[in-house]
Structures are given as C-alpha cells and as structure tokens.
T-cell receptor, first 113, second 110 residues
Framework: QKEVEQDPGPLSVPEGAIVSLNCTYSNSAFQYFMWYRQYSRKGPELLMYTYSSGNKEDGRFTAQVDKSSKYISLFIRDSQPSDSATYLC?????????????FGKGTKLSVKP | DAGITQSPRHKVTETGTPVTLRCHQTENHRYMYWYRQDPGHGLRLIHYSYGVKDTDKGEVSDGYSVSRSKTEDFLLTLESATSSQTSVYFCAITSEGGYTFGSGTRLTVV
C-alpha cells in the first residue's frame, strides 16, 4: 500500500458545483496536511495547510482532516473555471527530517462553464 | 514565484552528457529541495539541503548529485543524462506551512 493514495481523476464538474477531493494515507504519524494547486506547466502552489485533525476554511475552500480514518478532503464551493487544475495533497509527520513531505499523485479537475 | 527562480526553463540534451540545473532563492531559507514530477508518479524528492554544504538524499537520488556552496543557490547535476531522466524538475524552499515551488525546468534527454 502506498503511503498516500489519491484518485487521479480526471474529474469534470459544471461551474457552480461543489467539488470534493480526497486522499487516504497509511502512516498514522502524519500530523501536517497540505493541499497544493498546480496549473498546467506551472509549479505547485500551497492552497491550504492544516495541523492534526479538524477543519479549516479559506473563502470557497475547506480542508478537512479525519485522522481516525486516515482521510483528508478538500472541498471547493461554487467552483469556477479558474479552479481547473491538478490538486495535490501532501503530508508529513511532526518533527523528523524536513525531507519527508509525501505527496499524492494529484487529481486533475476540470470545471466547465 | 516569490523569491525562487529556476534556470534554465527548458533544456534538451543528449544522452551521456552532464547537465546542471540551478535554483536561486532570495529569502535566505535554510532548506531547499529538488523534486522531479512524472506522469503516474507525482512529485518525488531527489535531494534536499539543510544548509550550506549540508545535503541529503531523497527517494530517487541515483544518477543525481547536488551542491550548495551559498545559501541562495542549490544546483542539481545529472552526471550522465539518460532518457529516464526526461522530466520536469522543481526546486522548492520551506515556507510557512509548506513549500514554495519554482516554476520548473522541463528537461528532455534525447
């Protein structure tokens, strides 16, 4: 089993839809959880960052972490065509080497006008 | 991308030649990283640095070496390029909550 699993999609939704993106993981030591957005031919950009369990909201974006289920989610409300991108989850344990940020393979999202 | 630049942006090279990619940051960050991104594999860590002359291997370090003689520059060298090293290479620095990535170098080995 891979440490981080993410459905690659592609996921296609109409403009205005609520989008749910998810990752599962196997390492119970993971404490920091991130979501990155990557537009075509660009570098990933940090979208959301959470520590441990719970929810975090930023505008139309909500990140959820359920450590008991080893499951994280990113919700996008009122999705826009500009949200079309690949979304990568990433996570790492508390402390330890700074080199052990583990990425999911990314989910490609397309929001149709 | 705030404070981090990669060069070149694109490069085509021949099998067996050495290639050096450069990452430059202006924010005095201690940690710098080199990743490669390939379809079906996602982002994989090649090497990282935690200070001048301090580096460590990542998941896919074979065939790559790095050097960091100044805080601001982190160089990635493909000692003898192979077709399997055709990829998009990203440099990153540690920022609040996560990493900030450069715009990437698209390398093709023919």
């Amino acid at each position: 089993q891979k440490e981080v699993e993410q459905d690659p999609g592609p996921l296609s939704v109409p403009e205005g839809a609520i989008v749910s993106l998810n990752c599962t993981y196997s390492n119970s030591a993971f404490q920091y959880f991130m979501w990155y957005r990557q537009y075509s031919r660009k570098g990933p950009e940090l979208l959301m960052y959470t520590y441990s369990s719970g929810n975090k909201e930023d505008g139309r974006f909500t990140a959820q972490v359920d450590k008991s289920s080893k499951y994280i989610s990113l919700f996008i409300r009122d999705s826009q065509p500009s949200d079309s991108a690949t979304y990568l989850c990433a996570m790492r344990p508390y402390g330890g080497s700074q080199g052990n940020l583990i990425f999911g393979k990314g989910t490609k999202l397309s929001v149709k006008p | 991308d705030a404070g981090i630049t990669q060069s070149p942006r694109h490069k085509v090279t021949e099998t067996g030649t050495p290639v050096t990619l450069r990452c430059h940051q202006t924010e005095n960050h201690r940690y710098m990283y080199w990743y490669r991104q390939d379809p079906g594999h996602g982002l994989r860590l090649i090497h990282y640095s935690y200070g001048v002359k301090d580096t460590d291997k990542g998941e896919v370090s074979d065939g790559y070496s790095v050097s960091r003689s100044k805080t601001e520059d982190f160089l990635l060298t493909l000692e003898s390029a192979t077709s399997s090293q055709t990829s998009v290479y990203f440099c990153a620095i540690t920022s609040e909550g996560g990493y900030t990535f450069g715009s990437g170098t698209r390398l093709t080995v023919v």
